[in-house]
């Protein structure tokens, strides 16, 4: 089946500690996308990549590292510099071949700081 | 399952009633527009879309309303199921090739 996978769903992370999160997409989408949400706050975009090899910082960077070597991958670091890095985080992908079309959704990775 | 949202607008409705959810944007240059269902635990999915070119686009049930003039976006859900209880998300293009999304409505549907 075609679609985007976020691995893991659940991920623990110590203080000071560096934690990745996966995402894969088998849509052959040029746009990948990395949101973070938190309650009453709706979907901030943390980064964007829309070719291999090239990403944007988003509203909410800051603490964060990403790569696109693939373009079926586009993995999330969530670094010791992130100071509230608790959040459930959300990965996209569209096609965005020069018209608007919608973004397609994981089911998300739930990090919490213990 | 987990909360996506703690302190969203709700909006209560009967089984059977129609929903209006609506939804202010702030980008007057925006292409396209977008709604999104997030149920608990889970990502968003994809309901429906309009182009700044419409000003009303119908579905299977939903409807999305576009008035550019006063940046605003409705989302009209024709009777409304228990399965459509979940949290919605209007989202416009940025301008810069992402998405913004709004802060979202929580929609409960009592039997």
């Known amino acids: 089946d075609g679609g985007i996978t976020q691995s893991p769903k659940y991920l623990f992370r110590k203080e000071g500690q560096n934690v990745t999160l996966s995402c894969e997409q088998n849509l052959n989408h040029d746009a990948m996308y990395w949101y973070r949400q938190d309650p009453g706050q709706g979907l901030r975009l943390i980064y964007y990549?829309?070719?291999?090899?090239?990403?944007q910082k988003g509203d909410i960077a800051e603490g964060y590292s990403v790569s696109r070597e693939k373009k079926e991958s586009f993995p999330l670091t969530v670094t010791s510099a992130q100071k509230n890095p608790t959040a459930f985080y959300l990965c996209a992908s569209s096609s965005n071949q020069g018209v608007w079309t919608e973004a397609f959704f994981g089911q998300g990775t739930r990090l919490t700081v213990v | 399952g987990e909360s996506v949202g703690l302190h969203l607008p709700t909006l209560s409705v009967q089984e059977g009633d129609n929903s209006i959810i609506n939804c202010a944007y702030s980008?007057?240059?925006?292409?396209?527009f977008i709604w999104y269902k997030q149920e608990s635990g889970k990502g968003p999915q994809f309901i429906i879309d309009?182009?700044?070119?419409?000003d009303k686009r119908q579905g299977q049930r939903v409807t999305v309303l576009l008035n550019k003039t006063v940046k605003h976006l409705s989302l009209q859900i024709a009777a409304t199921q228990p399965g459509d209880s979940a949290v919605y998300f209007c989202?416009?293009?940025?301008?810069?090739?992402?998405?913004?999304f709004g802060k979202g409505t929580m929609l409960l549907v009592s039997p």
């Open positions: 980008n007057s240059a925006s292409d396209y």
């Open positions: 989202a416009w293009d940025s301008g810069y090739s992402t998405l913004t």
């Open positions: 990549s829309q070719i291999v090899n090239d990403f």
């Open positions: 309009i182009r700044s070119n419409m």
